[in-house]
């Protein structure tokens, strides 16, 4: 193992080493290139690769993610990256509409071999309209991959099988986790998508989560475990092909769920994994699966208020207690 | 041109209006499904564009997208076996009317989304740029797409940079059933072109050879790395909007007024008058293009429907199980 690393080192190195790799492999978006990212991912790289490699765009989604699409079918691979996932609503058309499904409409004459990079979440008092963890939209929609890691090695792992999948990737990062640093493997590695992960074994409460709250999870299950609650943790990772059977097979050990998510309660990722567990798993239950999510309102800017509407650790831990009970 | 180019255009041009019409006729037997938006009146526009292309040249256009794939070298058969929704259609019956294609012939597609190819074709020629081949992509779309939002991203981002796309507007007159004017701030959609700082012609669309010539002109201007260029070709559209079409926005005397400029009629009279084909020889392309396209339908009837076991194929190109 090397050092620890930050996620967004992990991803800054995945992108460096993947375009060192394979010269099909460029970046396009709003300030990726002189600018150097607005998260700093991309810091050099425009120097490393020139402007052919490193594509400032217009501010404009809809030609970032469309041109994208059009790179791609003719056999380049391009990561086009969306400022904050809020815009990619403005280029939904062509995420969902078109990249979700030429593969399938033509019969599977197309490949794909694309990556969208898209920051989420909230947090950083950056008001409601670029504050929102609307992966579940992104993840309803057949034909398209949508990854969001939690650690640096998966982050770096999943965004380099991401660049190398033929089919469009929809990357899910989010804006306060790039300062997590975890360890990653030396060399060269991928990480599966459509594969959920055992992060921290347990025996006493499953809980189900992914991306930024996936380190919530830690710290509480770490303050659980000293009222002698052993948790389990399943980290999702990819949310479509959502892969159920370490959830499942977790719950069968622990009989008892919570799922973690930042977004929405209301037809979430929680929704979808819970009703899951239900329908394949009911017998194993022992009591109601609970769902821990952001409060049901637009993000409001004040930092106490934010906080409140955000789900926090000891929310989980809350969670956690009731269905140990 | 020679001879055998003249009447491989006319085949084409009249084998694109049988299997409309014979598609009208499907579709009223209630064998097509969906929607349904023919080509007639505007076959000159695609096979005069494609007439001018090299091999290595993509095509990428909206829904009215049956001529084109003819054009490009789509069979008959595959394309009514995918109007037929059948797993012999060029998109193995999961497309339809709307989504036909074919990679290998540098056809991609038929979009049904008003404007969304357009950022597509950008992308397409930015592709084609990077890797530093000679492609020109050809972008076609209606008047009705130059006022959304992706008009405008994708036109300004293949000036920014450079892109070798040709971009095509099949103004035939109507959005649906809405008048540009009351639909666009100006009439002549190469003013927004201009906007752009990106050159354009008017172009004849019934005339075919008006139309190759002037894609010949674009192309060779593109292909010397002279960025993007425009072409407006006017035309207009002999059936409605799509089948079911109430046609309540026009008179039965403009379409007469229309037919005279007959696309097909046209090129006939040219190549009689000027005495590259005889009337006998042209009559025996009609009739072929008949058999042809008796032999599509017959082709796409027996044909067989997907496989339900086949539903989810075609989704992803990698294996994620």
Known sequence: MARPITVREAISQALMEEMERDENVFIMGEEVGVWGGTYAVTRGFYDKFGDKRVRDTPIAEAAIIGGAIGAALVGRRPIAEMMTINFAFVAMDHIVNEAAKLQYMFGGQFKLPMVIRAVGGGGRQLGATHSQTPDAIFAHFPGLVVVAPGTPEDAKGLLKASIRSDDPVLFIEHSTLYQWRGQVPEGDYT????????????????????????????????????????????????????????????????????????????????????????????????????????????????????????PQIDDIIAAVKEVKK | MDKQEHLDLYHQMVLIRRIEERSAELYGQGKIGGFLHLYIGQEAVSTGLVAARLPQDRFITAYRDHGLAINCGISAREVVAELLGKETGCSKGRGGSMHMADVEKNFWGGHAIVGAHLPIASGMALGDQYDGNDSVTVCLFGDGATNIGFFHEAVNLSKVWNLPVLWVCENNQYGMGTTIDRASAVNKIAQKFKGYDIGSEQVDGMDIMAVKKAAEKAFKRIRSGKGPYFLEINTYRFRGHSMGDPERYREKEEIVKWQDEDPIGKYRKYLTENDIATVEELDKIDEQALAETDDAVEFAEASPDPAFEDLYKYMYAEDYS
């Open chain 1, 191 to 310: 990480v599966p998508i459509g594969k959920s992960k055992i992060q921290k074994p347990g025996n006493d409460v499953t809980i189900v989560t992914y991306s930024k709250m996936l380190q919530q999870s830690f710290k509480a299950a770490e303050q659980l475990s000293k009222d002698g609650i052993d948790v389990e943790i399943v980290d999702l990772r990819s949310l479509r092909p959502l892969d159920m059977d370490p959830v499942l097979e977790s719950v069968k050990k622990t009989n008892r769920v919570v799922i973690v998510e930042e977004g929405w309660k209301s037809f979430g990722v929680g929704s979808e994994v819970s009703a899951r567990i239900y329908e394949e798993a009911f017998d194993y239950i022992d009591a109601p699966v609970k769902r821990v999510a952001q409060k049901e309102v637009p993000l409001p800017y004040n930092a106490p208020l934010e906080q409140f509407a955000l």
